[in-house]
Structures are given as C-alpha cells and as structure tokens.
C-alpha cells in the first residue's frame, strides 16, 4: 500500500516544485478580506487535486495499470493506496501552504496573511472526502482521460464552495439555527470534528466499496 | 514432467472473438514459443494467465497453483515483458527500481545493476529518451531480476529493427540457461524461435493447432513442392494448405513421411519451417 503510495508521489516530483510556487501566488493573488479566511482551504484543494489528478493522468499516459496488475499487489490494495494518498497529499499541501504562510510573516514582505489553523484541515478533509467519493468510483469506472473536463469543473466547484459557504454563513450568521448550533460548539467544541471525522469516512468507506466493485471487475 | 503454467479448456468470449477452450501445458525449465498470427489470441491467453482479464470457463494453474486465487504468489514468481512499455517514461531506470523492487520479497538489486550494464542501459536517463528496444531491454531486466521462475513474454521483439531484434534473442538465450525457468515466449514473427523454443504453441482464431516439442513438430510436418499434375483427390487430402500457381504448386503436409511414400520422385519434399506451418495453416488454399 505504502509502496503504491510513494510510487504516485515518485511519478511526479514536479508537483511539489507546482505546489509551494503556487502557495505564493496564492498569498497575493487572493490577499483581500473576500478570500483571507478561505486562503489555505482553497489552496489545499488545488493541491490535492493537482496531485491526484498528475498522478492519475500518469498512470494512464503510461498505461501502467498493466504493470500495477502484473505485480504481485492486489486489486483492493491498489484501490485503497489510491483513497489513502489523497490523505498524504492533503498533509503535502498543509505542510507546503504553511511554509509558504510563514514565509509571508516575514517582516520585509508587505503581504502578511493568516496561518494556517486545524480548523482549515478540518474543512479540507471534509470537502475533499465529498469529492473524491464522488470522483473515485468515476474514475475507476471511466479512466482519467475520459474524465479529465469533468474533473477540471468538479474541483473547481469545490475550490469555490468554502468561499460560497462562508458568504452563506455571514447571511444567515444571526438566525436561530445557527445561533442553536454555535451554542451547542460552544458547549463542546470538538463536536464538530468529530461529525466531520466521521462522516467523512463513512463517505469514504461506501465510495471505496463501489470503487472496489468496479475495479476487481475491470479488464485490462 | 513437473508443469510450471497449465492451461485447460480455456475459454473467453467477446462479441467478435472467442478464445475457444484451449488447453496446453509448459514443463518446469523450457522455453514455449507461443505462435500466430496477429489477432489470433496470443494476448488474450497472456492477460488470461495474468489475471488482467476474467476466464469464462476453464483453468489455469501456474506451478500447480490456481492463478485466480493464490494471485499474490503467483506474480510474485512471475516475470513479464510486453509488447509495449508500461514503465513510467518520467522515471529512470534506477527509479523504477526503487519502484518496482518493494514489491518482490526475492528482489536482487545486483543482478538488477548487472543487466543494466550488460543492455548498456543508462542507469540515470529517463525512459522517454529511450528507444523501443532499450524500453524492451528494461523490462527484461525488471523480469529477470527478482528469482522469476516463469517469464511471460508477449510480442517483446514486434516493432523493433532485425539487429535489435538479435540482440535480445541473444541475451535471452544466453540468460535463460538456468534450468529452474520456464518462459513462454509469444510472437507472430516464428523465425525469432529457431534458436530458442523447445516447445510451440501454435493459436489460430481462439483455436490451439498444435502444441508440442519443436523438434517433433519440425520433423513431422513438410513442404511439398512438385507439378500441378500431381494434384489430385488423393493427394489434395495429404495437404493442410496448397499454394498454386502455373508454374505448380507448394503445400504442407503434416506428415512428412507418408508423403514421401505416396509421391516418391516426383515431388521435392523437405522440412518446413515454422514460418511455413503458420502460413500454411492460417492461409489454407491459397491460389
């Protein structure tokens, strides 16, 4: 699984180079109230998906889905390594947004945005579960050429959405159901995490079953 | 005789091809030419042994081992070389070790760097810049570095120029002296397994013709050359396929004995190469 992992990151090194290049424009491209609270939200999920996307397209460029099932590795494993990396491109991204964060702190430049908090993790893991569980099984179905438009529109929806949702709440910040459930935080701040946590793998674990079905099913 | 790959009753079905229950067996320590000509199943058999198609009837064992459900340790013994590349070309060849190695439990990393040298391969260019022969070259090495004891080869040399072609024959030939390997060696281009086949398999449209030791198979069948007068009822069944022309005619017999007792002096009869057994068998009557 670990090996299936590293050989998605091995594949594309220059993703990385991608990613912190990316993280600081991103600082000054979005440095104004609109964007500041969403920055690292945004920034990761274009991270992950750039990762998983490179990997992917790959994968198929290469047409090396022969190869991964000509090794002694089961098909579940590669579709589990698959699930799994999206997790450690989510850290890549944390981690290289940070650096690129605390870079901005630096006194000699004028931009100075927010750091990075374990709430921005929780929201990306959130969005991000909701859109690989829809993307994977897709994938596994149809193959990463044949989806590449889809997946362009697909992230990019969820790139906008935690901006969407951020106006939604300012809106409706003073009505009753939401002065309930910021009460009900208050009173038991890790609540929210742990709905988050969990309905995130429960998404992830019926996607990883379908996508599983469809892959031991797939002939190459 | 110890099997290392059997094949029974085969069968898979697409809507314009069949893969109609074949059946053959490879022996532990020898070198199967698997024959036909383009499209006859040769890669549909392989990906079958591979499990990167599903059977619809019949069964492969691969030492002694079903393929479906002991999988795992069955490619864990399996070398591959396609058709085509299927490394990644961003990679070089040192990180497609770093790659690939994990996987084996019997990875041998000196063997690995021997291959390399000995295909002057360069160990620090990306695959991208290789040429077709050098990608084959790679793969061979990649099969041949983690103890394989059956290596699966489908069409390694189609594509590439004769010296090229050569060269891997070679080192194959050379490699494969270790008594312990079995390799099954796929290509419609029958003059690549002069040298080094001890057994052929012989495929056409989904159907085996034959499957048995080169040497028997040689000695057995033969090509008949004489004048279109000779042809008659009697000796037309003799034939598995006549070439005519007005100058007259060229046939295989599969048995090259009861030929030459039936038409003695008046024809030339000789060996026929597998060449012309494929020719023959796929073409049939050909005027």
């Known amino acids: ?220 | 005789m110890e099997q290392t790959l059997e094949v029974v009753n085969l069968q898979k079905k697409y809507t314009d091809f069949t893969l109609d229950n074949i059946s053959f067996s490879l022996p532990r320590g020898f070198i199967m030419g698997f024959i036909g000509p383009n499209g006859a199943g040769k890669s549909t058999t392989i990906k079958l042994i591979m499990n990167l198609i599903r059977k619809d009837a019949g069964k492969i064992n691969v030492f002694g081992l079903d393929n479906t459900s002991h999988e795992q340790n069955i490619k864990e013994k399996i070398g591959f070389v396609y058709d085509e590349n299927h490394y990644y070309e961003e990679l070089t060849p040192i990180e497609i070790r770093s790659i690939i190695a994990p996987f084996y439990s019997r990875w041998d990393d000196s063997a690995y760097d021997g291959f390399l040298r000995s295909f002057a391969l360069p160990q620090k260019k990306k695959l991208k810049t290789f040429s077709r022969g050098m990608k084959t070259k790679l793969s061979l090495a990649v099969a041949l570095s983690h103890g394989a004891e059956l290596v699966l080869m489908d069409e390694p040399t189609s594509g590439l120029d004769p010296v090229f072609r050569r060269e891997i024959l070679d080192i194959l030939r050379d490699l494969l002296q270790d008594e312990r390997k079995s390799v099954l060696f796929s290509t419609h281009i029958t003059s690549d397994l002069d040298r080094i086949a001890d057994y052929i398999t012989f495929i056409n449209r989904g159907n085996i013709i034959f499957s048995a030791e080169r040497d028997v198979i040689l000695d057995n069948y033969g090509l008949v050359k004489g004048n279109n007068e000779l042809l008659d009822e009697r000796t037309r069944e003799q034939f598995v396929g006549i070439r005519e022309t007005s100058l007259g005619f060229e046939a295989l017999t599969k048995n090259i004995q009861k030929a030459r007792n039936l038409l003695k002096e008046r024809a030339v009869v000789e060996r026929a190469t597998l060449e012309d057994i494929m020719l023959y068998t796929v073409k049939g009557e050909i005027k």
Do not use: H
């Open chain 1, 1 to 220: 699984m670990i090996l299936l992992i590293k050989k998605d990151l091995l594949i594309q090194k220059r993703s990385f180079l991608f990613l912190f290049i990316y993280g600081l424009f991103l600082f000054v491209l979005f440095n104004n109230p609109v964007f500041e609270e969403m920055i690292y939200i945004m920034g990761m999920i274009i991270g992950v998906y750039f990762f998983l996307i490179t990997a992917n397209m790959e994968d198929e460029k290469n047409k090396s889905e022969i190869l991964l099932n000509s090794l002694p590795v089961s098909r579940s494993c590669i579709v589990l390594a698959k699930y799994l990396s999206v997790f450690v491109y989510i850290c890549i991204g944390a981690l290289f947004l940070g650096m690129a964060g605390l870079i901005f702190q630096l006194p000699v430049i004028p931009v100075t945005p927010r750091l990075l908090k374990a709430t921005d993790l929780l929201a990306v893991i959130f969005l991000i579960s909701i859109a690989v569980s829809i993307y994977f099984p897709l994938y596994f179905r149809f193959g990463a050429s044949a989806l590449r438009l889809f997946s362009v529109v697909f992230f990019l929806f969820f790139f906008f959405v935690p901006r969407w949702l951020f106006e939604l709440y300012l809106a409706y910040e003073e009505t009753e159901a939401l002065l309930f459930l910021k009460d009900i935080i208050a009173q038991s701040p890790l609540l929210p995490a742990v709905v988050v946590l969990l309905t995130s793998f429960l998404l992830l674990t019926c996607s990883f079953l379908l996508s599983q079905r469809i892959y031991l099913r797939k002939e190459f």
